[in-house]
């Protein structure tokens, strides 16, 4: 059983506790004035800079490379081919191998005999400017012997053409999980003989398309190996990761190597990569002895980055008639695309524990498919695995909702974990250690307006409004705080979950807190102030956060899955506590009392039952001068800690969202959106509220607007922002957010993570309205992104092909029209 709180943010907490306080960020003024570390803004004596060719077929036979006219041209320095570096451009690595029969093709830098898929590199060209190497690198001329490609995922499944011939197969990997081989539940195909002879057995198949995470800053690398070590700045979430497989894989000492992330725009996992363009510029500069720099232009980043999601999913849903859940079955296949990236092949693995979602039922079996095809590779993107589970689970309970008959809310309540019942262990074999369903739902509901809401949608109905009300609901669980390491090895990854952090007093008093983790726009600096300030009583402005240069924090393994509070803050935590330990001693010495009766609070120990004290400041400088110290203590307050907690944490929340569904055009606005989240402790609530913000903006995009589309050639035909439709701030509602609080038990702090819920909770949520709407008209389904035309075409096929006309080329809404609502928003 857990205690579930419900707080509404405001700017102090009601205390005068720094965590729980809404305070600004303390980077938001370089990070908005752009004064400030991009990558792309730095400069080294001496810097040449790359441009990259890149392959304009999915699949080729690269004949020859003709180099001699971009190597004449002006300001040009070097043309290197992959032949050229193939002795020291080394090779991306995976992290992940699912099972220890995985295919994986090997994944050079630069191709030298074969592309995989359009935007691969071919050959680099290094020039005294930027603008010179891309000119120089139109005029390299490639000839390719165009091959069969893989690019229909379920094709490719079958082997129809193979994206890699040499493995004679497309699959890479077959990962299965079965509740009852587990332990963890009962047999499923039971479940499912049992509902097809007396209860509900729901079928449906669902489309996870391929997105893009289109960050704010375009991957950049300075790499400059002119001193005694090989310095790397680049845009990554990862500089640890990327320190450590550079080390591995091009047998350059990890101590010679210095990965620096300066100010990072946005990563969305997008960044969470070893990139092919990082191993180039070490391997040119290394060759060349010189810093070189590249900057990917925004078509590259679209082309070449790697990209997300892309899955079918398929889902056998068992329960009774009166819509208790008693078994699910997932069978997925995921494209990884050309290769196997760094997390790539794990990403649905991850998934696999969530598709119970936040429901209790016994029997549970999953099976994917990793399959490779020729476009671009595919890895984690924003909740990497946890949407797509999320997206399946809530849909099929709205379908069982409508097979049974009874509000979305209804078959929900009738089968979540209560929150008396938690800890709760999970058919999955998770245990989600806190949690309130309940009071997260009735808040909701309450914002949202809901039985008014669904007055209206019958009151249109009964019309029969040409525009129709949907309401979709969304109740989810997610696991954050990747860790903990022994469950991160247990399941093949090559790494660990632990997390580090050191705490230094300065003489004047000030501290420097060293994180692993790195941030690219979460708020680390102004959140692990605020704990430091609470630890240890110093004022919150006193307080320097460094990270992202593996010289200054040497330790860490980075930012994604919603860690760095959880994981990273904990370290954090520990290493301030030891600076307090460290300094009882001290001031024991100086106040000429036993530690046992000091108290320490507000940055000051005292003598308890009189006024003697000193401050930690006093102390911080008596060890810098260091005339006065305990026999045999160090002279230095500085402490380190790692931490790598026993669980996962669980936040969760309820989403409700209302559509408007034109159903003439298909055209789709959405009307309202509220979500409810329990993120546990919040150590800052404007950092939580713009957080949630933005990942619901990302999570309604993929619902309405996102859809990375290659043609039957593999050419990306969704490769510039004109095609690739990404929301601006103009093109969505005004949410309405809020929070319950039930701490996680995984950390003293209480956090649960943040980062991904939106995203998680609200594409199921948008969808779920969409169908909604329709769902009097016989549609049970519409595939993402609900665009107007495809809203139609769902009407028609539900209608049997007899809807009267073909949509309007721009479909539109009448402001005038009646049972219109004025309220802008976000639409199509």
């Known amino acids: ?84 570096l193939a002795e020291t451009q080394g090779v991306l690595i995976n992290a992940w191998p699912i099972t220890p029969e995985q295919n994986a093709p090997t994944h050079t830098p630069v191709a030298i005999e074969r592309v995989a898929f359009a935007g691969e590199v071919v050959a680099v060209v290094v020039a005294r400017s930027a603008a010179a190497a891309r000119d120089a690198a139109e005029l390299v001329d490639v ?105 591995a894989t091009t047998g350059m000492p990890e101590s010679k190597i210095r990965v620096v992330a300066p100010d990072v725009g946005g990563g969305f996992g997008g960044k969470l990569q070893t990139t092919p363009e990082e191993w180039i510029s070490v391997a040119v500069a290394r060759r060349l002895g010189r810093p070189v720099k590249y900057t990917e232009t925004r078509s590259e980043s679209l082309v070449a980055g790697h990209h ?30 050309s290769h196997v990236s760094l997390v790539g092949g794990g990403v649905p693995v991850l998934g696999a524990f969530m598709f119970n979602g936040i429901y209790k039922f016994p029997a549970y079996h999953f099976t994917v498919q990793t399959v490779l095809t020729n476009k671009t590779w595919t890895d984690a993107y924003r909740g990497a695995g946890r949407p797509e589970a999320t997206f399946a689970i809530e849909r099929l309970m709205d379908e069982l909702a409508a097979e049974v008959g009874v509000d979305p809310l209804e078959i929900r309540e009738r089968n979540w974990i209560t929150h008396e019942e938690f800890p709760f262990s999970t058919v999955c074999g998770l245990e989600y250690d806190s949690g309130n369903y309940e009071a997260a739902t009735a808040r909701a509901k309450e914002m949202f307006g ?56 300065l003489p004047t008093g000030t501290v420097e807190v060293v994180v692993g983790v790195s941030p690219h726009g979460q708020g680390h600096e102004t959140a692990f102030s605020q704990i430091v300030a609470d630890r240890l009583g110093v004022p919150f402005e006193d307080i320097e956060v460094l990270h992202g240069d593996t010289q200054v924090a040497p330790r860490g393994l980075d930012t994604y899955g919603s860690r760095s509070l959880v994981v990273g803050g904990e370290a954090v935590v520990r290493a301030a506590d030891k600076v307090v330990e460290k300094a009882r001693t001290l001031a024991a010495h100086l106040l000429e009392a036993g530690t046992d009766d000091l108290e320490f609070a507000r940055g000051r120990f005292t003598v308890r ?92 995009s993929q619902a309405l607007w996102e859809e990375a589309v290659h043609d039957d050639s593999g050419t990306l035909v969704s490769g510039s922002f004109v095609d690739y439709l990404l929301p601006t701030a103009a093109d969505t509602i005004s949410f309405e957010t809020d929070h319950t ?40 389904d519409v595939r993402m992104p609900c665009t107007p035309e495809r809203v139609w075409r769902a009407i028609r096929d539900a209608a049997g092909g007899t809807a009267a006309s073909e949509p309007a080329a721009m479909p539109h809404f009448d402001p005038d029209e009646p049972g219109r609502s004025s309220t802008e928003g976000a639409g199509s």
């Open 308 to 337: 997300g999601r892309d899955q079918w999913q398929n889902l056998t849903l068992a329960a009774t008639r009166d819509g208790r859940v008693t078994g699910l079955v997932v069978e997925l296949l995921a494209d990884l695309g």
């Open 450 to 505: 809901y039985d008014e809401l669904r007055a209206e949608q019958a009151r249109r109905r009964e019309a029969g409004d040409r525009v129709q009300l949907g309401i979709g609901v969304s109740t989810f669980t997610e696991m954050c705080g990747l860790a903990p390491s022994r469950v991160l090895g247990s399941l093949d990854y090559g790494a660990g979950g632990w997390e580090h952090a050191s705490v230094r007093m």
């Open 143 to 247: 000839d390719y012997e165009v091959l069969p490609a893989a690019l229909d995922l379920k094709e490719a499944a079958d082997d129809v053409v193979l994206a890699h011939p040499e493995l004679g197969t497309n699959l890479s990997a077959r990962w299965v999980f079965d509740s009852a081989e587990a332990g963890t539940g009962q047999d499923v195909e039971r479940a499912i003989e049992e509902a097809r002879a007396d209860g509900i057995l729901i079928e449906r198949e669902y489309r996870q398309q391929r997105l893009i995470p289109a960050f704010m800053e375009p991957r950049s690398v300075l790499c400059d190996p002119t001193g005694d070590q090989l310095v790397l700045w680049t845009a990554t979430q990862v500089p640890h990761i990327v320190r450590y497989a550079l080390a």
């Open 609 to 700: 039952g009189t006024d003697q004290g000193i401050d930690l400041t006093e102390i911080s400088s008596a060890v810098f001068a260091a005339h006065d110290m305990p026999e045999g203590m160090e002279p230095s307050l500085d402490s380190d800690a790692a931490f790598d907690p026993e669980n996962f944490s669980f936040p969760h929340g309820t989403h409700l969202c209302a559509m408007e569904v034109d159903t003439e055009t298909g055209a789709v606005s959405m009307r309202k959106y509220v979500a409810c989240d329990d993120v546990g402790t919040i150590v800052n609530p404007l950092i939580v509220e713009g957080q949630v913000h933005g990942g619901l903006v990302q999570g309604i």
């Open 1 to 84: 059983m857990t205690v579930t709180e419900q707080r509404t943010a405001d700017d102090s907490g009601g205390t005068t506790s720094e965590v729980g306080r809404a305070r600004r960020r303390k980077e938001d003024a370089r990070l908005i004035t752009g004064r400030t570390r991009w990558t792309d803004n730095l400069v080294v004596p001496g810097m040449l800079h790359l441009a990259m060719v890149r392959s304009p077929f999915a699949h080729a036979r690269i004949n020859s490379i003709d180099t001699t006219e971009a190597a004449a041209s002006p300001r040009v320095v070097a043309v290197l081919t992959g032949a050229d």
């Open 741 to 780: 609080t039930s701490p996680a038990t995984s950390n003293s702090l209480g956090t649960k993570g943040v980062g991904e819920a939106g995203t998680i909770a609200s594409t199921p949520a948008v969808v779920n309205a969409v169908v909604d709407a329709l769902r009097h008209l016989g549609v049970q």
